[in-house]
């Protein structure tokens, strides 16, 4: 995953986030969903973040091809799929009979490379301050890692589920099922975007 960084493309053209966050895995999952289903108790998990709360999909350009460039918006954008992507690849396994489990996690504020590494990272300043919130703010990445360890191996992990820490704001702790946005729970939306992601990767998923 990638997180709010300067306006960049993947080799498909897409915007760097939305390609990298949402298209990508879209595309991987479909490509090897019949690996997937001939698996004993197959499972997806999506990473997700709480900056998918005030995401929203920009539905005539997601690309950002047009317009001033938003970095945190676009990042928030690729979260907010996440969701959606996790609420329709729910949807589809069931209806198609099969016993794949889609779900979603994300891990709180954790002390990874992500923020030192990421948005403003060429500035001294930002990158000692993002060291001293990862110090004294952030819980650890083993810490981070439980919301999607737990997802993806918990045998009470049911669709659409979605787990993040249980302290103060989701921002540190221990796995507990978390909420998510109306937006992140649109049926029409998760709808709209798989029909729009099959358009833009070409990938279409072959269910029984």
Do not use: C
């Not at 999909?57 to 992507?85: C, E, H, M, T, V």
């Not at 990158?127 to 997802?151: C, H, I, K, T, V």
Request: charged share 15%; net charge positive.
């Amino acid at each position: 995953g990638v997180m709010a960084v300067p306006l960049a493309r993947t080799a498909q053209g897409f915007e760097m986030q939305f390609g990298t966050n949402h298209l990508g895995h879209f595309a991987l999952t479909g490509r090897v969903l019949p690996l997937l289903l001939a698996a004993d108790a197959p499972r997806v998990v999506t990473v997700s973040s709480m900056g998918h709360r005030p995401g929203r999909i920009r539905w005539a350009d997601p690309n950002w091809n047009s317009g001033r460039y938003l970095a945190w918006p676009a990042y928030f954008q690729s979260k907010l799929a996440n969701l959606l992507f996790t609420l329709e690849l729910a949807r589809q396994a069931a209806g198609a009979g099969t016993d794949l489990v889609a779900a979603a996690a994300h891990p709180g504020s954790s002390a990874t490379n992500l923020v030192t590494a990421g948005p403003g990272s060429r500035n001294a300043v930002m990158r000692f301050g993002g060291s001293l919130a990862d110090r004294f703010f952030s819980q650890s990445d083993a810490m981070g890692a439980l919301p999607q360890l737990f997802a993806a191996t918990m045998p009470e992990v049911a669709g659409n589920d979605y787990y993040g820490p249980d302290g103060l704001m989701e921002q540190r702790g221990h796995p507990k099922a978390v909420g998510r946005t109306a937006k992140a729970s649109d049926p029409a939306a998760a709808r709209r975007l798989w029909a729009l992601s099959e358009e833009l990767t070409g990938v279409t998923y072959p269910w029984p």
